[in-house]
């Protein structure tokens, strides 16, 4: 399989990563470096040298593995703790949008009971005006027949 950087969509950001690229390998050279220097007084021989350099190189690549998985892990349990977080948060928004939606609706139910109800009055209204009219004209009639 052939390894392929992602290609960067401007040049700075090529050339900020080839800095951290290197600045990288920088880091761990001086770590094993520091490393081997430390082994140094016991290694005797061009043979154990070669093989201490080796190996501190890979300590110190280990280390960086080490703590490149320490943060990430790290990151990951504060992004799960936002996470768990924010769906709290959304749980709670979830039941207070539907209290809301059961209130709005049971005002709804309340106005169109009063819609109804106003419209009954209005009806019994016009339907008692009618018969007082109706009452009156009757009144009104007699009373002239009465000669009033």
């Given at each position: 399989m052939s390894k392929q950087k992602k290609a960067s969509p401007t040049?700075?950001?090529?050339?900020?990563?080839?800095v951290l690229d290197s600045l990288a390998k920088a880091s761990v050279l001086d770590l094993a470096n520091s490393i081997h220097a430390e082994w140094k007084p016991y290694l005797n021989?061009?043979?154990e040298m070669l093989l201490g350099y080796e190996m501190s190189f890979l300590c110190a690549?280990?280390?960086?593995l080490q703590k490149a998985v320490?943060?990430?892990n790290e990151t990951y349990e504060n992004a799960l703790k936002l996470i768990?977080?924010?769906?709290?948060?959304?749980?709670s928004?979830?039941?207070e949008i539907k209290f809301l939606k059961d209130g709005y609706k049971e005002l709804c139910i309340g106005y169109d009971n009063i819609k109804q109800?106003?419209?009954?009055?209005s009806v019994r209204q016009g339907k008692h005006v009618e018969g007082c009219d109706q009452n009156f004209l009757r009144i009104e009639k007699v009373l002239k027949r009465g000669g009033f």
């Amino acid at each position: 399989m052939s390894k392929q950087k992602k290609a960067s969509p401007t040049p700075e950001g090529s050339q900020d990563e080839n800095v951290l690229d290197s600045l990288a390998k920088a880091s761990v050279l001086d770590l094993a470096n520091s490393i081997h220097a430390e082994w140094k007084p016991y290694l005797n021989t061009e043979g154990e040298m070669l093989l201490g350099y080796e190996m501190s190189f890979l300590c110190a690549v280990s280390m960086r593995l080490q703590k490149a998985v320490s943060t990430r892990n790290e990151t990951y349990e504060n992004a799960l703790k936002l996470i768990h977080e924010l769906t709290r948060k959304v749980d709670s928004k979830d039941k207070e949008i539907k209290f809301l939606k059961d209130g709005y609706k049971e005002l709804c139910i309340g106005y169109d009971n009063i819609k109804q109800l106003i419209h009954e009055i209005s009806v019994r209204q016009g339907k008692h005006v009618e018969g007082c009219d109706q009452n009156f004209l009757r009144i009104e009639k007699v009373l002239k027949r009465g000669g009033f």
